[in-house]
């Protein structure tokens, strides 16, 4: 028996490290992650589990594309399929032990070890190995490119200007331009809060900063007043993000501007993003972000911030809807189960199609016989969402057919099946017909 199996059977927890570390077969994952009831799709498959154990290692699509030798789209779609079905469903003898998988799935961390405060972090002053695995346990995953931890040297600016010290006096310390000593100060607060998710409990890091040595506009008063905390603008030059062909940054009167570009190697979307999220965005892919940034060229910083917020406050209330549509789905699924298991098969004839439901064997035929009847609305709306979501031609098919469709029959089988015939509208056959006809059929 597969030692995997073995431990299932003794009651004892298994860790998902060790799952990825010794992948199994796609039978035993069966039985380790068993299909949902109303579909016996299986959850997890090892080309998923492989696919997964090289992301959270670090490695990009591409990447695993090539160690794997498959095509990008297989590689995304192994992904998302094992990502979701993770996302639904873990068995309780299963330990998700890794703390990046957890929150990609959504789950609670673990109790966290370590430092908590800001406070605590700068007393202690980890080294850049201990910081590296603080930023590891919290859930991050390191791959070349992607964000970085804070290191000992960032650790020392925020000292040093805790201590009183002047953003010029830090620069003349540490050999760094004084506007790229703020930058780097608002970064790493950022990280430390964002990816090491420690409390920023020291008031003066992480209150607001002014950074302009002119005096200010009345463009630069009017952001005062509406007291936004414009980060973002007290990069070096404003810079906000940049790609091969552009670069977006604010300049000293708050307004938006872009620099043509030679072509660059190198893109930087960090500012830009940071600021995406703090406006209340839960998810932003960074090519949307710089384009939705380029289309506010010649506008004030004060006002792209607005919109973002308000553009967020729409997405949330957008996702909550979401939310409570597939919670009412799933009660309804839930409550469905006890009887109907899903789909069994989709036979296309000339004129139409029939729908195979399979149901519950526990039941009796006669119990059968009055589920269908009493709960026919509630089984319609099934199929139909069931077809919508369809991966398969066939299914696909039917799903496109039926608002041209016609429900003529039902009929309940003594195999546990109830058979739902749809034919096609007159005027639909006619027009197939005509079709066939000019083409010569």
Known sequence: MDR?????ERGETILFSELLAEIPSDDVLRVLFPPQKRTWKQLATKRG???LKLHLNGFRQPEIAEKLDLTSNQVAYASAMIKNSLYKSIPPYIDVDIPSLRKILGLEPKKRVGYTKLSELLQGMPSD???LALFIERGNIVRPGGKPPPTSKDLQLLEMRRQGQSYDNIGEETGMDT????????LTLKRILRDLRIDLDVPALHEPIEIHSKEQTPVCKKAEEKKQDLTVAKAPEGFLCRRWDKQIFVDESGIIKVKELEFQLSSDYEP???MFYSAGYKFVVDNAAFDLALSFEGQNIVDFEAELRRRAVKSAAARERRNEGRKKWADHVEDMSNMVIGIESIDLFETGFHIWLLLNTQHTYQQQRDY??????AIMLFVNHELQNARRRVWQKAARLMPFANLVSVTITRQNTVQYTYELKNRIQEILKMDTDEDGG
């Open 4 to 8: 995997f199996l073995a431990m299932k």
């Open 49 to 51: 589990m492989e696919v």
């Open 129 to 131: 190995d201990e910081l």
């Open 179 to 186: 506007k790229e000593v703020q930058r780097q100060i608002s």
């Open 272 to 274: 830009l993003m940071d």
């Open 372 to 377: 269908v009847r009493e709960r026919h609305e």
